[in-house]
């Protein structure tokens, strides 16, 4: 069976006897805590646990500690546009020098054209991150935002076609559809050829309008792993935001046993049940590295 990745990156405190977050690629938030949305999950809540590096200073400061530290990448991250798209371009005179010697991993937000693709390649970003939405409705009363399902759709397109990889997200439990809108955001994702599919679930944060909101079942998320992983001949991971608990710890073993090629932030138990099954590799990347990860062994 393949090797199996292990992520640990900076976006929360996480410690075992095999990885440690603090030595993790770094986030880095370019709007700092101010989005022009807000979305019903979220709350701007995600943005907290980031870097500030709303400011040229701040981000400069937070970047080169990043480049002084000898990371191999960092995540830079923010809140979006009102047009959708997350701004981290702004400072491309900075990333473009260090692009080359470390690789530059973003969440772009909604891309509506190639111009705006252009401008995140230019800024040295090399992995593309953005959630699948796979219907009008969720996207307009969960997220808020006066966008469809073919803006997401060619969000991809037109950042493969300025030269980036792209690594969608599938939020299991977020469709207003229930599962069966999760696994047709699945569907939707052939249209665009992604690189790699992380598969992450709903996690009801306190504060946000969703805080009180169920969240996916055990079942739920395998099934949409399980359809990921039958579907798609690229990486599919088991990213970092998705439910914890000891009846979740069934996933990540089901991801294991199923071939998935990454798991982010895994149970101690589960690196554990892992080493006696797949060959492992421990990383303190961004679990959308794997996409460079997986040609390296």
Known sequence: MRTLFLYSPMLKRYENDYMDSSKGWKPISVTGTSCAFNCKHCGKRVLEGMADGSTQSSFEREFMEAVMRGDEGVILSGGSTGRGDVPVWKYSELTRKYSNKMTIIAHTGVVKSDEIAKKFKDAGVRIALLDMVGDDETIRDVLGQPFTVEDYLNSFKYLKGAGMKVTPHVIVGLSKRG??????????????????????????????????????????????????????????????????GSSYLRVEKFAVDYGIDGIAFPEEETIEYARGRREIHLSSACCGNVVQDILRV
Do not use: N, W, Y
């Open 179 to 244: 599962v069966e809108g999760d696994l047709h955001a699945l569907d939707l994702l052939k249209e665009v050829s992604p690189d790699a599919v992380i598969v992450v679930g709903l996690m009801p944060l306190v504060g946000t309008k969703m805080q009180d909101f169920r969240q996916p079942s055990p079942q739920e998320m395998e099934a949409v792993i399980r359809k990921a992983r039958d579907e798609f001949d690229v990486p599919v991971m088991l990213g970092c935001a998705r439910p914890r």
